[in-house]
């Protein structure tokens, strides 16, 4: 039992980690990337303007969705927990980026307001949509069992439920 329980805790604790490095390697590579290509100024060489700002978190916010996504899926159990506990680090990390953009000035105050705003719905959003994934799964899963007839039966019953605002 309790290597059971520990093994739940490793894969716990590395689907949050992962989940979060999925968010912040990517980011660092782009941001880095367009730092190179002269699209972004490096950092304290000047404030980002709108613009440049607009375009970080245009790829910023989706990669929160998607490390949320991937501690949910890595998740064994409560795959929304795991989403929303990267969106908690994302939501931490956020605040100590805004107080580095107002201390330094380094880009627009919106910016990090806007950081620290999405980290816990963008990551929710992940796991989300790994649980909605989970339970197409299971009913294709489940529809795939039956003969021809029952199938027939459940999807009917599935366009019934879903018109009538039943899950």
Same mark, same amino acid.
């Given at each position: 039992m309790a290597s059971f329980i520990n093994t739940n805790v +490793?894969?716990?604790?590395?689907?949050?980690?992962?989940?979060t490095l999925a968010i912040i390697i990517p980011a660092v590579?782009?941001?880095?990337?367009?730092?190179?290509?002269?699209?972004?100024?490096?950092?304290?060489?000047?404030?980002?303007?709108?613009?440049?700002?607009?375009?970080?978190?245009? +790829?910023?916010?989706?990669?929160?969705?998607?490390g949320g996504y991937l501690a949910a899926w890595l998740a064994?159990?409560?795959?929304?927990?795991?989403?929303?506990?990267?969106?908690?680090?994302?939501?931490?990390?956020?605040?100590?980026?805004?107080?580095?953009?107002?201390?330094?000035?380094?880009?627009?105050?919106? +910016?990090?307001?806007?950081?620290?705003?999405?980290?816990?719905?963008?990551?929710?959003?992940?796991?989300?949509?790994?649980?909605?994934?989970?339970?197409?799964?299971?009913?294709?899963?489940?529809?795939?069992?039956?003969?021809?007839?029952?199938?027939?039966?459940?999807?009917?019953?599935?366009?019934?439920?879903?018109?009538?605002?039943?899950?």
């Amino acid at each position: 039992m309790a290597s059971f329980i520990n093994t739940n805790v +490793y894969r716990s604790i590395g689907a949050v980690v992962l989940g979060t490095l999925a968010i912040i390697i990517p980011a660092v590579v782009i941001d880095t990337a367009l730092q190179f290509a002269g699209v972004f100024p490096f950092t304290g060489e000047k404030k980002f303007a709108d613009w440049q700002s607009m375009l970080a978190l245009s +790829y910023h916010v989706p990669l929160i969705v998607v490390g949320g996504y991937l501690a949910a899926w890595l998740a064994s159990k409560k795959p929304l927990a795991h989403a929303l506990t990267v969106g908690a680090i994302g939501f931490l990390m956020s605040i100590l980026g805004q107080i580095a953009i107002e201390l330094k000035d380094l880009a627009p105050t919106w +910016y990090g307001w806007m950081l620290i705003v999405f980290a816990f719905p963008a990551a929710g959003l992940g796991g989300f949509l790994h649980i909605l994934q989970r339970r197409q799964l299971s009913l294709t899963r489940r529809c795939t069992q039956h003969s021809p007839a029952s199938r027939l039966m459940l999807a009917r019953s599935s366009r019934h439920q879903s018109r009538h605002g039943r899950a």
